[in-house]
């Protein structure tokens, strides 16, 4: 009983942490662009972003956008986590082909990654197929670094109690490996998926294609700063909702293995 | 001589070194302004670099220090936010920031009409003239940008507005790249740059902005009322350097051409041919024209980036010009 | 031969063929579409480009503010995520604001970064070390946590003082996380101050990429991308030198 009351009481507490720490940067921003310590073309006072937040709600131009991006970022999601862990399963099998291939993906992460954006853009024109092609680049190479790198990590003794107990390949994969590589994993899938979720806004802004990264480029384009956070604010929104999915499924599989 | 008299024309001497040693000294500490513009490459900046190489800064006694950035947006927010002192801005750029309530002040007019942005297909498209655009899709960078109002302006003279569609791809390294995808079929570009393009047989220029678009101002000169109230001695010495430079490049075009080329990278012939067909009076520091102004006005409203506009008395800011 | 020069030859082998593949890949697409150099242009652009200072300099520029926002990065990612990951208190109170920090767009910090730092120098080291702190942090923290219960539980149980429970085990543990972590930030670094200088500078190879690409001149564009993935080859070459000494004093 003791040991729940205290488990509650931490999260009570790790809440309202969240809480202060929130009303404090709220506050800070409030009183730096409100003093014009901060110009109101380069951040907005955070009332002025809330009040606006809910003037775009109401547009149809808001839910439109965020509809394209919707839909770009699904794919993009789901294609990335298929090839990042399909790759990253290919790196850890043959290891020479994970040293090989490890070095060139993340000096790709560098240049190429962003500077190639007219390449697709060129070869696929302005349309969500760029975008979903880069942010699957950009989301799956976390993705395969640390699917490799969390089941090379595995303590050799796990190996060997598995072996001593005549495990099967299946089920040393599915019940020694996954969930002690399951960490690392999932740190890879949060990278991952926030990089092609960042990823599309990117190219769409970039490319001026649609959905929100076009949205909020205009209106950095037209000085409206408001506009411009209210904007982030939704995709920040967006990026919590998916990462808070990745949390649920997350514990959902470490209840069904381990 | 008397040895009075050597003292006296040694105090004399000691007496006048010291007189021209100490006004070299109050002289000698050349005033600093930090001044913004857009992408290094963009022609309008060889006026600055005129002034800066070829003397007329120096005679003013400022220390000039240019920083680029990518794009009007940036300079904007540059000198709103105090960290840069004056900028060069398209004048619809300056008029938004008003519109939104920035203390941002036009000081002078600095280049019209349009001039340096145009138009351009492949080398082996089928459309020749302006009109062949009719049904086809042409490049611009934002809606609203001068790019989209020259190409208005081109395609009202040849009454078909309404039947080309104006697409936004950005800048004109990204509008070629769109236009070789196939999803359009003309774009806007930049010279000097686009010589790059027709010098390799790959672009033709279709028409030039400058046919068209007659009554605009395409940049200005721009500071914080702020800065404009505590250095207004500096800002007069600054448009009297600007101004000199301009008619520097009038007179001089092969030395303004050598000074281009180096400081802002381009090859000396694309940099001069831009300056030869330059119009007449291109670059000129003075008062911004009202209609002028209008077509720069009507450019904020039509795009829906400003809803009223302001008056021309609250953002051009005329005490400082020479 | 060595199964270690074994191996080594079929790394080589695979980078070439990745390497053939790429060019391939030009190849058949600039045939498709023109704005695309055929392999030969880039080639002959290259040969251009690498015999001119210009190439080197702005090279110089970008790499010294990527290093340095690296550098800065991975001090402040350890730190962080050493003190997140140290207990599960802090790390459920620190992982849910760096993640909410990590889900923004990072390209709308460039702005606020002008004014804060200023222009020039400092605003590209301070974007490449944001870049690169995210996966620096979050491997750190998952490192931190992810130590093994048994060899803590053994080391306490022998009574071994702090500093050696955080040497023997703690820092072992975390070496490969933490190193991946790095190394991609290595990549992301570059990215940062790339993405700077896109945005307002006279100098760097974003910078050249720019005006190149405004120009139309996409064979030295993709020279200039060329490079600055092998310059990252070389560097990340080193790391992992470094990484495989680490991981022999680990014992693994």
Known sequence: MKGASMRISRKIKTRLGHLVVAVLFVAALETLVGSGAVSQLVMSRPSQIWLRLWEDLATSELWLSLATTVHEVSIALVLSLLVGTSLGYAFYCFRTFRRAAEPLLVAFYSAPAVLLYPVFMTLLGQSSATVITMAVVLGSVPIAINVAVGFAGIEPIWRKVGQSLNATPRQMLLRIMIPAATPVIVTGFRLGLTFALIGVIALEFLTYSGGLGRLISWRYFIFDTNGVYSGIVIVAVLSILVNSLLGTLERKVRSRWV | MSFSYKMARIATLAGLAAVFLCSNAIAADPIRVKVASTNKEVFDNLPLYVALHAGMFKKENLAVEITHFAGGGEVVRAIASGSMDIGMVATTAAIIAVGRGESLRMISAYSAPAYGILFVVQTDSPIKTVKDLVGKKAGISRPGSVSHTGLNAALQAHGIQGQVEAVPVGGSGDGWAVLKSGRIQATHHTAPDVYSLIDRGEARILFQLSEFLKNYQQGALVALDGYLGKNGETTRKFLRAVAEAAKFIDQNPAEATRIGAKGMGTPEPAMRATIDAMPAGFFRIGVPESKNFEASMAEALGSGALKTAPAYDKVVDRRFLP | ?252
């Not at chain 3, 030859?9 to 058949?28: K, S, T």
């Not at chain 3, 570059?190 to 001149?217: D, N, P, R, T």
Request: charged share 10%; aromatic share 10%.
């Open chain 3, 1 to 252: 031969m060595t199964a270690k020069t074994a191996t080594k030859y079929q790394v080589l082998a695979i980078q070439l063929i990745v390497g053939v593949g790429v060019i391939a890949f030009l190849f058949f697409a600039s045939r498709f579409n023109s704005f695309l150099p055929s392999p030969i242009a880039v080639f002959i652009a290259g040969g251009d480009l690498l015999a001119r200072p210009e190439l080197y300099w702005n090279l110089g520029v970008t790499l010294y503010e990527a290093l340095t926002g690296l550098l800065i990065a991975t001090v402040l990612g350890i730190g962080v995520g050493v003190l997140a990951g140290a207990n599960r208190a802090a790390s459920e109170f620190l992982s849910p604001i760096i993640l909410a920090l990590y889900s923004v767009p990072k390209i709308i910090f460039l702005p606020v970064l002008l004014m804060v730092f200023g222009v020039g120098l400092p605003p590209k080291i301070a974007n490449a070390a944001l870049h690169a702190f995210f996966p620096i942090v979050l491997n750190s923290m998952v490192g931190m946590s992810a130590v093994n219960r048994l060899h803590l539980k053994v080391a306490r149980s022998m009574v071994a003082s702090r500093s050696q429970i955080v040497f023997k085990v703690f820092l072992p543990s975390m070496v490969l996380p933490v190193f991946a972590g790095v190394r991609l930030g290595l990549g992301l670094s570059v990215m940062g101050a790339l993405l700077a200088e896109l945005f307002e500078a006279q100098a760097g190879v974003g910078y050249l990429v720019h005006q190149f690409y405004a120009k139309g001149l996409i064979a030295e564009m993709i020279v200039l991308i060329i490079v600055v993935f092998v310059v990252i080859l070389s560097i990340n070459a080193g790391m992992q030198r470094i990484e495989n000494r680490l991981n022999r004093w680990r014992g693994a």
